[in-house]
């Protein structure tokens, strides 16, 4: 029959199997503690139960929206949606693994930029993207790499002051969350936040139960996130690559799978222009609020200080001016998507030689 009733299928498809995967959380975390199974297991265990946790957390915080507004459902939408991300970026900052919350948190913009919009658009095919949305992501972008720069540069120095860029660090990530949340206000003040809600068949879930489910399964990642980071490095040196690659890579991957995921089925469902604003937003979301948050809120743990490496601010300038000669004509295709799948190949590649610094 037509494609739009097997699509459907395929959704509900992908729902239950997400919803079943949800025990692999507390299955991985009895793992962890009560029995010696390897670190190299725990790690692939791990990433693979943070997929369903994120899931769960994006469906909670989208019908959180429903009952609170478009307003504050966007801030839910931005807090716990990134709450996977932010918590493995904690507790490795705990543990001491700055390449760990750098790779992550770099790797998760470029992933949004490349990869994500790359799948979109192959998955989509012809379609139209609205350029204004590309635009302010793009700007939003740019802005955070421009004030990256600032601590950076100052720690490229051989005798750099590790305090002094920590310190500049600090009103570096004030002005990115200030500017963020005047755009943000603007943009909802423009048109309501687009929720991925509007394009899956959702029953709609009391506060009660959103509150549950965010509480639980927030819970339930910190701890499978504790397994995921404590076995990163043996994980790492077992397979032969660097800490900062399996982060950059895998880590921002399995982060932000479940959203990857929603922007790669709205896409084929032919909702190129929501896809394409899934994947630019998040990639803002993600250098303008949740790198500044994290970076203060190190400040509990360890100050954490925002001296990216020359080849990760490379990757995400290079990243960010591929997506805009791509789609600068706001038209999307299979070959567009196909160059930024390449595009985000070849920035692994960079992230795979350059190893941890």
């Given at each position: 029959?037509?494609?739009?009733i097997?699509r459907r299928?395929?959704?509900r498809?992908?729902?239950r ?6 025990a692999?959380?507390p299955?991985?975390v009895?793992?962890?503690?009560l029995?010696?199974l390897?670190?190299t297991?725990l ?14 957390i994006?469906e909670?915080?989208e ?8 307003g504050i459902?966007g801030?839910?939408?931005a807090?716990?949606g ?8 904690l507790?490795a ?10 790779g992550?948190?770099?790797?998760s913009?470029?992933?949004n930029?490349?990869?994500v919009?790359?799948?979109s658009?192959?998955?989509?095919g ?8 590309s635009?302010?992501?793009?700007a939003l ?7 990256f ?13 590790a305090?002094?860029?920590?310190d ?5 990530s004030?002005a990115?969350l200030l500017?963020?949340a005047?755009?943000t ?5 423009r048109h ?6 509007s394009?899956t068949e ?11 489910a ?7 990642t ?13 994980f790492?040196?077992k397979?032969g ?13 399995v982060?932000n ?10 896409a084929?469902?032919?909702k190129?222009?929501?896809a ?6 998040s ?6 609020f949740?790198i500044?948050?994290v ?6 743990i360890?100050?954490l ?6 080849v990760e ?5 290079l990243s960010?001016?591929?997506?805009m000669?791509?789609i600068w004509?706001?038209?999307?295709s299979?070959?567009?998507g ?6 985000y190949?070849?920035v692994a590649?960079?992230?795979?030689v350059?190893?941890?610094?």
């Amino acid at each position: 029959m037509p494609r739009p009733i097997d699509r459907r299928y395929g959704a509900r498809v992908v729902r239950r199997i997400l919803f079943t995967g949800l025990a692999l959380g507390p299955v991985v975390v009895a793992l962890n503690y009560l029995t010696d199974l390897g670190d190299t297991a725990l790690f692939v265990l791990s990433a693979i139960a943070l997929i369903p946790l994120a899931w769960l957390i994006g469906e909670a915080t989208e019908h959180a929206g429903e009952h609170t507004g478009p307003g504050i459902g966007g801030f839910l939408n931005a807090t716990f949606g990134n709450a996977p991300e932010l918590i493995i970026s904690l507790i490795a900052i705990n543990g001491g693994l700055t390449e760990v919350v750098r790779g992550s948190l770099v790797g998760s913009v470029v992933g949004n930029l490349l990869l994500v919009l790359g799948f979109s658009l192959f998955a989509g095919g012809r379609g139209e993207i609205e350029r204004w949305s590309s635009f302010l992501s793009f700007a939003l972008v740019g802005l955070a790499i421009g004030l990256f720069l600032i601590p950076s540069i100052a720690s490229w120095s051989s005798g750099a002051d590790a305090q002094n860029v920590v310190d500049l660090s600090v009103p570096v990530s004030i002005a990115l969350l200030l500017v963020y949340a005047g755009v943000t206000i603007y943009s909802l003040r423009r048109h309501h936040v687009v929720h991925l809600s509007s394009d899956t068949e959702i029953g709609g879930w009391s506060l009660k139960a959103v509150l549950a489910a965010l509480g639980i399964a927030t819970g339930v990642t910190a701890l499978v996130a504790e397994t995921l980071v404590g076995s990163l490095e043996v994980f790492a040196d077992k397979v032969g690559l660097s800490d900062f690659f399996v982060a950059a890579v895998i880590v921002a991957i399995v982060g932000n799978a479940a959203e990857h995921g929603g922007a790669v089925i709205v896409a084929y469902r032919g909702k190129i222009k929501l896809a394409a604003e899934i994947a630019l937003s998040s990639s803002a979301q993600v250098a303008m609020f949740l790198i500044p948050t994290v970076t203060l809120l190190s400040w509990l743990i360890d100050p954490l200080a925002l001296g990216f490496r020359k080849v990760e601010i490379g990757a995400l300038g290079l990243s960010l001016a591929i997506v805009m000669a791509t789609i600068w004509s706001g038209r999307s295709s299979r070959l567009r998507g196909g160059l930024l799948i390449a595009a985000y190949v070849g920035v692994a590649a960079m992230f795979f030689v350059a190893g941890d610094g």
